[in-house]
């Protein structure tokens, strides 16, 4: 596996994998409707595009031989009452391919998600994870992040809750 950082050319590559993880994990718990609008707004390729262009913002992208099968977005300098860090790294988004969970891409994009914090003198690393998600839950635990809060992610026109978790780099 090779674990790169993605550039302005992977934009259409993000905006289709992207859109294929985010319903493939989220849609049988959504409306069609909700899932369809939120893709619509976050998973254009100009999106992607304006996003891998944001010096704030990096992709890391996980790749096998037969291409890429999952991906990290991380957020420098994001903040949430929550967070005790100081100079904190969000990661927004983890996903790899249903077919290749539990082998070992979130796995590896989780340690370079921590990686990069690190290199770049992060103290805090932190996400937000859906309350319905126990799974997703489970592994943050076990990488060590702890909850700390919530905040409202609003799927489509439907506010949902998601638990603040953060890990402490100091």
């Not at 993605?6 to 319903?23: C, I, P, Q």
């Not at 939120?38 to 037969?66: C, G, H, W």
Request: glycine residues 8%; hydrophobic residues 35%; negative net charge.
């Amino acid at each position: 596996m090779n674990i790169r950082y993605g550039t302005t050319d992977d934009a259409k590559m993000l905006s289709e994998l992207g859109a294929k993880t985010f319903y493939d994990t989220f849609a049988r718990d959504n409306t069609p409707e909700n899932i369809s609008l939120y893709m619509k707004r976050s998973f254009s390729t100009e999106v992607q595009f304006n996003e891998l262009s944001d010096p704030n913002i990096i992709f890391l992208i996980a790749e096998l031989e037969n291409g890429p099968v999952g991906y990290a977005k991380l957020k420098l300098d994001s903040k949430n009452e929550s967070i005790t860090g100081t100079n904190t790294i969000e990661i927004e988004r983890i996903y790899s391919l249903q077919e290749y969970i539990g082998k070992g891409i979130g796995k590896a994009l989780m340690q370079a998600a921590i990686d990069e914090a690190k290199q770049r003198g992060c103290n805090s690393i932190w996400l937000g994870v859906w309350e319905k998600t126990p799974k997703a839950i489970n592994f943050y635990k076990k990488w060590g992040f702890r909850e700390v809060g919530s905040h409202i992610f609003t799927v489509g026109d439907d506010p949902q809750r998601d638990f603040i978790m953060e890990l402490s780099l100091a």
